[in-house]
């Protein structure tokens, strides 16, 4: 029994979320956590959650449809790079995507050089 409890304590201690920002976009929310693992290391957990709302007035249930991606410090130039190549196909071939109604997160570029860019990874450009 304690074997068990002590096990539930230390996945509740893995599972904690040390940092977290929500981008809410539209009917669909990101959800970026930053959590520890068991050997100490940082990583982060992208969730994408999705309203979804079945049946009409009284009827209408409402649900959460999510899917998740655990993203290790490792591959995170990886990541970034692809990421930039498709956002940077995907402009390219439909242009800039239409203002919508939420607001963007706010990037902050406060380097000169373009080696000082090189050497920031991609979530250092955003503000939290």
């Known amino acids: 029994m ?6 539930i304590e230390i996945e ?4 904690e979320i040390i940092y977290s920002k929500a981008i809410k976009a539209g009917r669909r929310i990101y959800y970026l956590d930053v959590k520890k693992s068991r050997n100490e290391d940082l990583y ?3 969730t994408e959650s999705k309203k979804k709302i079945v049946g009409f007035d009284e009827d209408a249930q409402v649900t959460y449809e999510k899917h998740k ?3 290790y ?4 130039d990886k990541f970034v790079e692809g990421l930039e190549d498709v956002v940077g196909f995907i402009k ?5 995507a239409p203002q919508r109604e939420y607001k ?4 902050v570029d406060d380097s000169t050089t373009e080696q ?5 990874s991609f979530f250092d450009k955003f503000k939290f």
């Open 92 to 96: 390219r071939e439909q242009g800039e």
């Open 73 to 76: 410090k490792e591959d995170f």
């Open 69 to 71: 991606i655990f993203l």
């Open 116 to 120: 000082s860019k090189a050497n920031k």
């Open 44 to 46: 982060l957990a992208i």
């Open 2 to 7: 304690e074997v068990e409890k002590r096990k």
């Open 104 to 107: 963007e997160p706010e990037i």
């Open 12 to 15: 509740k201690k893995d599972n």
